[in-house]
C-alpha cells in the first residue's frame, strides 16, 4: 500500500508540473512580446553646440545640464535649452567627462576611467568634493522614488548607488528577449522606468530596473541629414521634460538638439 500511495503522490505531482510548465512558458513568450516598439516625433529643433561631446544630459528646475567628455575639453554646463549655457565648469586635464544627474542642491558628475566622481554646486557648478569611483562611468540618473542613483558602464549591467556616497548597493543585468543588451550609456529616470541610449546606435531603451527587462525600443534614426554628421556623432543625450511626456534628446558632435515625444511606430 505505502508503495502505491508514493507511485499516485508522484503521478500527481507530475501532472501538475505538467499544468503548470505550458502556462510559465506562456507567461515566459508574453513577457518577451511585451516590448513596445515606438519612434520620435519631432515637436521641435534647438540649436546645439557642434563641439559638444555630450556624455549627460538632464532638466532640474527648468535649467538644462549638459555635461560633456574628452580629455582637455570635458566641461558640465548649465543654462536654458536651446540657448548658450548661463554657467559652465571646465574639467583640468587629464580628466574626461562622462555621465551627470542633479540632486537638488547639488549634482554628481562622473569621470570615464579617471576612477574620480565629483560633486558640484547645481547653481555655480563649483565642484565641492571629489570621491573615488571604482571601474568606469558612463551614464547616471537619480531614482527618486527609491532614493537611489542609477549608474551604467559601458556592460548590459545597471548599478545602484546610494546618492550620498556613491557606495553600490545592488545591480541588475538588462536583457531583450532573454539577451543582453550591452553598450549602455547615457541614463534619464523617469518614474520607475529608465531610460538608456545604446551606444554607437540610434536606439534609446526602456528598462524596468525591478527586472532588467528592456520593455521599449525607440528608434531615433534619421534626425540629422546625412551632410550634419562627422566622424564621432553619435545619439547621447536624453533628458525628461518634467510635468510632460516629452523629452530633449541630442547627440555627441550634434548641431541640432530636438524636442520630442516617443510614439508608438507604424507599420514597417
Same mark, same amino acid.
Given at each position: 500500500?505505502?508503495?502505491?500511495?508514493?507511485?499516485?503522490?508522484?503521478?500527481?505531482s507530475?501532472?501538475?508540473?505538467?499544468?503548470?510548465?505550458?502556462?510559465?512558458?506562456?507567461?515566459?513568450?508574453?513577457?518577451?512580446?511585451?516590448?513596445?516598439?515606438?519612434?520620435?516625433?519631432?515637436?521641435?529643433a534647438?540649436?546645439?553646440?557642434?563641439d559638444?561631446?555630450?556624455?549627460g544630459?538632464?532638466?532640474?528646475g527648468?535649467?538644462?545640464y549638459e555635461?560633456?567628455?574628452i580629455?582637455g575639453?570635458?566641461?558640465v554646463?548649465?543654462?536654458?535649452?536651446g540657448?548658450?549655457?548661463?554657467?559652465?565648469?571646465?574639467?583640468?586635464?587629464?580628466?574626461f567627462?562622462?555621465?551627470i544627474t542633479?540632486?537638488?542642491?547639488?549634482?554628481w558628475?562622473?569621470t570615464?576611467?579617471?576612477?574620480?566622481?565629483?560633486?558640484?554646486?547645481?547653481?555655480?557648478?563649483?565642484?565641492?568634493?571629489?570621491? $573615488?569611483? $571604482?571601474?568606469?562611468?558612463?551614464g547616471?540618473?537619480?531614482?527618486?522614488?527609491?532614493?537611489?542613483l542609477?549608474?551604467?558602464?559601458?556592460?548590459?549591467?545597471?548599478?545602484?548607488?546610494?546618492p550620498?556616497?556613491?557606495?553600490?548597493?545592488?545591480?541588475?543585468?538588462?536583457?531583450?528577449?532573454?539577451? $543582453?543588451v550591452?553598450?549602455?550609456?547615457?541614463?534619464?529616470?523617469?518614474?520607475t522606468?529608465?531610460y538608456?541610449?545604446?551606444?554607437?546606435?540610434?536606439?534609446?531603451?526602456?528598462i524596468?530596473?525591478?527586472?532588467?527587462?528592456?520593455?521599449?525600443?525607440?528608434?531615433?534614426?534619421?534626425?540629422?541629414?546625412?551632410d550634419?554628421?562627422?566622424?564621432?556623432?553619435?545619439?547621447?543625450?536624453?533628458?525628461?521634460?518634467?510635468?510632460?511626456?516629452?523629452?530633449?534628446i541630442?547627440?555627441?558632435?550634434?548641431?541640432?538638439?530636438?524636442?520630442?515625444?516617443?510614439?508608438?511606430?507604424?507599420?514597417?
Amino acid at each position: 500500500m505505502l508503495v502505491c500511495v508514493l507511485l499516485l503522490v508522484s503521478c500527481g505531482s507530475a501532472e501538475r508540473a505538467d499544468e503548470r510548465a505550458p502556462r510559465a512558458t506562456a507567461g515566459r513568450r508574453a513577457a518577451v512580446a511585451r516590448v513596445e516598439h515606438l519612434r520620435v516625433k519631432v515637436l521641435q529643433a534647438l540649436p546645439h553646440d557642434p563641439d559638444a561631446f555630450t556624455e549627460g544630459l538632464e532638466m532640474a528646475g527648468g535649467t538644462l545640464y549638459e555635461a560633456t567628455g574628452i580629455s582637455g575639453r570635458s566641461s558640465v554646463r548649465a543654462g536654458p535649452p536651446g540657448r548658450k549655457p548661463t554657467v559652465s565648469a571646465a574639467l583640468p586635464t587629464p580628466l574626461f567627462g562622462e555621465g551627470i544627474t542633479v540632486l537638488g542642491r547639488t549634482l554628481w558628475q562622473l569621470t570615464w576611467r579617471n576612477r574620480i566622481a565629483i560633486e558640484r554646486d547645481a547653481r555655480t557648478l563649483a565642484e565641492l568634493r571629489r570621491v $573615488p569611483y $571604482p571601474g568606469e562611468g558612463w551614464g547616471m540618473c537619480l531614482q527618486r522614488a527609491r532614493h537611489r542613483l542609477v549608474t551604467s558602464d559601458g556592460s548590459a549591467r545597471l548599478t545602484f548607488r546610494d546618492p550620498g556616497t556613491l557606495a553600490k548597493t545592488g545591480e541588475i543585468a538588462v536583457t531583450e528577449a532573454g539577451r $543582453p543588451v550591452t553598450q549602455l550609456n547615457e541614463l534619464e529616470c523617469v518614474g520607475t522606468t529608465v531610460y538608456a541610449n545604446v551606444l554607437f546606435t540610434d536606439r534609446i531603451v526602456r528598462i524596468d530596473p525591478a527586472t532588467g527587462t528592456v520593455t521599449a525600443s525607440v528608434d531615433a534614426s534619421g534626425l540629422l541629414r546625412d551632410d550634419e554628421l562627422v566622424p564621432g556623432a553619435t545619439l547621447n543625450g536624453i533628458a525628461a521634460l518634467p510635468g510632460t511626456n516629452q523629452f530633449l534628446i541630442t547627440g555627441k558632435f550634434w548641431p541640432r538638439m530636438f524636442r520630442v515625444q516617443f510614439v508608438p511606430a507604424g507599420p514597417a
